[in-house]
């Protein structure tokens, strides 16, 4: 994306000095037809210049929303961490795999000691829209539970994930 904003870049210089030369030649030796051409590359130079503003504006944009959606991630995996490790406090156990994040929102069925909700709103969805990963017991972490999000690339045990064994 970038070499392609400075290509417009480039492509804006040369066409303005190209209309600029042509506009100044023709008014001289007096050809409309000459600067007209001038003047209508000018429009074209300033257009390009437009979009290559545009371009490197929503380039620098679209990594500021990845790195907040990585970093929203992180934030409600910790928020999610805190919530599960309040209900292995209360009950004596992490929720199992199969009782799962739901666990933490409504009590699962002859579980003493359960004084939830945990999480008042379910952030079982990262920004993404992909639902978190939890395993209890983890395979990264096997006295406890792993809990992690697929990253951007929606792919699991790729090097974007986002989890609760990783110091990111």
Not at 56 to 76: F, S
Not at 99 to 104: H, I, M, R, S, T
Not at 116 to 136: E, K, M, Q, T
């Amino acid at each position: 994306m970038v070499l392609i904003v400075i290509l417009v870049f480039l492509a804006a210089v040369t066409t303005g000095v190209t209309g600029l030369v042509l506009f100044i030649v023709g008014l001289v030796k007096r050809r409309p037809g000459m600067w007209g051409t001038g003047l209508g590359l000018g429009v074209l130079a300033m257009i390009l210049l437009v979009v290559g503003i545009a371009g490197t504006i929503g380039t620098a944009v679209g990594k500021k929303t990845a790195k907040a959606r990585i970093n929203a991630a992180a934030g409600e995996i910790s928020l999610i961490r805190a919530a599960v490790d309040t209900f292995e406090v209360d009950c004596g156990r992490y929720p199992t795999s199969e009782e799962g994040l739901q666990a933490l929102v409504a009590a699962p069925a002859g579980l003493a000691g359960w004084h939830g909700p945990y999480l008042n709103i379910s952030l079982f969805a990262d920004p993404w829209h992909n639902a978190y990963v939890y395993r209890c017991p983890g395979l990264h972490n096997p006295r406890s539970y792993d809990l992690h999000s697929l990253g951007p690339d929606g792919l699991d045990g790729t090097e974007d994930d986002i989890d609760n064994w990783h110091d990111k």
